[in-house]
């Protein structure tokens, strides 16, 4: 049966837990978000010094984790067993271990709930461990977001704290942020702290208030603005990056604008240029899509092909490699003069 970390935690808050957890896969703020609810909820504070045990991968052995979760709980209704980083136990691939393990796992104590957080990686469906947990127990596998699933994922967050957010505020801390779930959340959880009263939408005035991104001078205002060659608009823009170059070093521009052609010419090569086919192929959101069309109205194939090669100019120019170096400021006027002539 498939699990979604949501799934699993509704399950949680309604206090069914399972005898077995096994939390794999890429995105590891999901992994936490379980992991850090058992630990909190399954068993009441005066309960978990006698009951609740961690296991730290680099640290600890199958054997010996099987033997804690064969006891029996200490004037409690259950023990509850975390192995926390378990990509990192040492004798997954040891025959013995992996024999007591399985004959736990067949047969599990319904008094203990076993937790593995294994991160970063995941075992296949096919091993003999996942087959035994996900006949007894629970195996969540998650995955990196898309890009383009970001500004929903933030909407849907925001709602569920009771509040509202635009659109273009859901996009710019997505952009801003980048697919860092843990970040991303702790970012939105200081900005509605400062929220009171009636004030319940966050738009783009809030994001740029609260989370430090400024809402004229920021790389993806340059990027709109070169998506409708707005010419005075990217030339007042680098000269504030220009005039602040710590707070906006040369290097990573110059990779969000290489991110944003190389879009360009995907639109220009896609065969079905649909939103749905877009979306997908460019990892963009629909909400953004219109402004990558636009672009790709105004910089023709041969021109995006250019703009390509200016940024990688840019680029060696930057690190000073086969040409003298010049200034950051420098480097953004001239790169964005070759963008839009």
């Known amino acids: 049966m498939a699990h979604t970390h949501e799934s699993i935690i509704r399950d949680l808050r309604a206090n069914r837990y399972s005898p077995l957890y096994f939390l794999q896969g890429e995105e590891t703020f999901f992994i936490d978000q379980v992991l850090q609810f058992i630990e909190k909820h399954a068993l009441p504070e005066e309960e978990k010094g006698f009951n609740q045990v961690s296991f730290y991968g680099k640290d600890s052995d199958l054997k010996t984790i099987v033997s804690q979760a064969r006891r029996f709980p200490m004037m409690a209704s259950r023990q509850v067993v975390l192995v926390k980083e378990a990509q990192d136990l040492a004798d997954w691939k040891d025959e013995s271990s992996l024999k007591i ?40 596998t998650t ?12 909407k849907a967050q925001v709602q569920a704290k009771n509040f509202a957010i635009t659109d273009r505020a859901a996009y710019m801390i997505a952009e801003y942020v980048g697919v860092d779930l843990e970040r ?21 005035q809030a994001v740029s208030s609260f989370i430090g991104v400024s809402k004229e001078y920021n790389p ?17 823009i680098i000269n504030f990056f220009g005039n602040n170059p710590k707070d906006y070093p040369v290097i990573p521009l110059i990779s969000i604008l290489f991110n944003f052609f190389s879009k360009l010419l995907l639109i220009h090569h896609a065969d079905d240029k649909s939103d749905a086919a877009l979306s997908k192929k460019l990892g963009l959101h629909v909400f953004i899509l219109k402004e990558y069309r636009l672009a790709a109205q105004n910089y023709s194939l041969k021109k995006v092909v250019a703009c390509i090669r200016y940024l990688k100019e840019a680029d060696l120019r930057s690190k000073g490699i086969d040409c003298p170096k010049l200034s950051e400021k420098d480097i953004l006027r001239e790169l964005v003069f070759k963008l839009m002539h």
């Open 101 to 140: 393990l399985l004959s736990y796992l067949e047969n599990p104590l319904e008094s203990t709930v076993l937790v593995f957080a294994y991160k970063r990686k995941s075992m296949p469906k096919s091993t003999k461990v996942i087959k035994a947990i996900d006949k007894k127990g629970v195996v969540l």
């Open 143 to 154: 995955k990196k977001m898309y890009d383009n699933k970001l500004p929903d994922w933030i």
């Open 184 to 204: 991303v959340s702790n970012e939105l959880s200081k900005m509605l702290l400062n929220f009171k009263g009636e004030e319940k939408l966050i738009d783009e």
């Open 220 to 236: 993806f205002e340059l990027q709109k603005a070169l998506a409708f060659r707005d010419l005075m608009k990217a030339n007042r």
